[in-house]
């Protein structure tokens, strides 16, 4: 390890570290970080009249955790809102899973698993409990995938009229494609009520365990969600997949209890709802 | 008319392209000469953001300035980075681009802030290296910018602004001086800030950065939400009157304010140049 090496991994050791930066200075000399011939921090940084080394390193640290933990806040608004203390909750999501990417949009992508594994939240004596922490990971993957949309390429949506110019015997050689500002989700939980209590700043209820679908795109400059039921879903995403309209259907018939008849009688109700959202870029 | 030896215009005085002002600059008639991007904002998505920007670059010029380039860092240099920030600069047609004089984390931890590096000898080589590599990948100077500094270290062998006059001079790039940054950073380490700039290398300074900051009294953090200070502004003027006349940009990333704000304060860099 070069000197110049050996400097950097003292310091970003130092202003990263959860328990603050005496502790980050502890940890990283005991890692052997400490620069060749400094026995004290004051060797490596000497400070000022006005400022002492760990105040000026305080304030790479302050920076480091209180940015990252607000762009998280931000991204995972509705996340943190059911938790107790999402503050807490993130600062030790960013203690076990420092950001190893250049974007700051992508720091958050780990919450949803870390989350529901509840991993460190224990061990750093976070008062959440595991039936919240579960529900709050489904609420971070659907805020993902709303940050995802964001990012996705435009694509002109195809009006329902020309679905319905297609003769309704073509329709299972059909192939329609959704635009690509869209994600379907499977979850665990009824995530609806609480996004929409943060949305609104009202106090949320937690989410019931109950398997649950939705749809997230972004239409009109904005980013949209809606919940979808299970026929909806495996549809959906059957056609996502590049399936026919046929191949969808059969698919999604094949799911237990599922009345084929009923489910063709509302196709037709399903796509005007689903086309006049613009979620299709394509049909052919 | 350019002053820099590198041929690069002065494009006026520009502002910072933030979402906040999206709706605006595509709206109305803006006051300012060319726009300047964080690339970051710009390089993972096809979304409104670009779309705001290929409206914008029709009208005016575009410089990107980055934060995650990492020059200073130990670490191998973003190979997947890079390609996707030379893909935006050609797609865009900037200007120029650059970032900072900085690293931003080590051992694949990123800390997403702007770190000092050590003035030494050993860190100007290193550096120097890699500004070859990158300026060779991007086919094009990298602009450079003097960071706001918030601790020296012991190892320091030399004054700040002599270690970045080397490293432009050895690797051949361009500087973007940050004057406010010229202020801050010789505020927290009691420095005369002209004789910081007695140091410069003016042939390659490109550009200018002006932002507000933040004044603890035992020290100044470089904020970039507030207006730029009277003591900045003088030196600006003494920069300006030195260069001849630099691209300027006014920088406002914190409480952004109206987009009429931005242009006051463009107007007030106007009244300073040659």
Known sequence: ??????????????????????????????EGLLPDGASALADVIPGNDRLTPEEQLGIYAFAYVDRIVEVLAGQFSATTWLLDDGDAVLRAYLADVPSRTWTLDRVGDGLP??????????????????ATMRAAADIARVELAMDAVWDEPFADPVAHEVLAAIPPEEWGDLRVQPIPALRLLALSHAVTPAMNAARDEVPAELPSEEAAWMCVYRGGGSRWR???????????????????????LHTTAALEGVDLERLVGELGEWFRAWFGSGLFASVG | MSTNRFGLPDLGVGVGLRMPHFDRVRQAPVRVDFFEIISENFMATEGRPMRVLEDVRRDHPVV???????????????????????????????????????????????????????????????????????????????????????????????????????????????????????????????????????????????????????????????????FVCDAVWDLYAWVQQRTGGTATLIEWDGDIPAFEVLEGEADKARERRP
């Open chain 1, 1 to 30: 390890m070069t000197g110049l090496e050996q400097l950097q991994r003292f310091m970003l050791r130092a202003v990263t570290h959860p328990d603050g930066v005496e502790r980050g200075c502890a940890a990283a000399a005991d």
């Open chain 1, 113 to 130: 698993d870390w989350l529901a594994q509840a991993a460190g939240a224990a061990s750093r004596g976070i008062g959440e409990d595991a």
């Open chain 1, 226 to 248: 809606f919940p979808l039921d299970r026929e909806q879903h495996a549809l959906f995403a059957a056609l996502a997949s590049g399936a026919t309209l046929g191949e969808a």
């Open chain 2, 64 to 226: 990107m300035h980055g934060v995650s380039l990492s020059i200073g860092s130990t670490d191998p240099l973003d190979r997947d980075y890079l390609r996707q920030l030379k893909a935006l600069a050609d797609r865009i047609d900037v200007a120029w681009m650059g970032d900072h004089v900085c690293w931003t984390g080590v051992g694949g931890h990123n800390g997403h802030d702007l770190y000092p590096v050590p003035y030494t000898e050993e860190s100007l080589r290193h550096v120097v290296e890699r500004i070859k590599v990158v300026q060779g990948l991007m086919g094009r100077p990298l602009v450079l910018e003097n960071p706001s500094t918030y601790l020296t270290f012991a190892a320091d062998e030399m004054p700040e602004i002599e270690w970045i006059a080397r490293m432009a001079e050895e690797a051949d790039c361009a500087l973007l001086l940050d004057v406010n940054n010229v202020y801050v950073t010789c505020r927290n380490h009691c420095l005369d800030p002209m004789e910081y700039l007695a140091g410069v290398p003016w042939d390659r300074v490109v550009q200018n950065h002006l932002a507000g900051h933040t004044d603890h009294g035992t020290h100044c953090i470089d904020t970039h939400d507030d």
